[in-house]
């Protein structure tokens, strides 16, 4: 079975870090760009980072620019989101999703996301 599974989620304060993890099962990530998106209650979802299948090209939404850092461990089948200087507006639940490149392709497989909440 083809699965993303997210892990790391959690509640921190202001200004905190958390690393969220998105591990793949039933299929090897080597082919894939894997972005994070992120959904708060009553909001669209939107786009956070991205990274190329090879790790060579990332992508960040402006709101998180400077913040978050994405990576990739090919060996581990794992893509790694650096979550620094959080704020409460980046409270919301997080997910990971493949696909073939990071913009002009749909993303094929989807984790169940996890939680993060900032908050004091």
């Known amino acids: 079975q083809l699965q993303l599974v997210e892990s790391g989620g959690g509640l921190v304060q202001p200004g905190g870090s958390l690393r969220l993890s998105c591990a793949a099962s039933?299929?090897?990530?080597?082919?894939?760009?894997i972005g994070w998106f992120r959904q708060a209650p009553g909001k669209e979802r939107e786009g956070v980072s991205c990274?190329?299948?090879?790790?060579?090209?990332?992508k960040y939404a402006d709101s998180v620019k400077g913040r978050f850092i994405i990576s990739r461990d090919n060996a581990k089948n794992t893509v790694y989101l650096q979550m620094n200087s959080l704020k409460p507006e980046d409270t919301a639940k997080y997910y990971c999703?493949?696909?073939?490149?990071?913009?002009?392709?749909?993303?094929?497989?989807w984790g169940q996301g996890t939680q993060v909440t900032v908050s004091s």
């Open positions: 039933g299929f090897t990530l080597d082919y894939y760009a």
């Open positions: 990274i190329s299948n090879g790790g060579s090209r990332t």
């Open positions: 999703a493949a696909a073939p490149a990071c913009v002009g392709y749909e993303y094929d497989y």
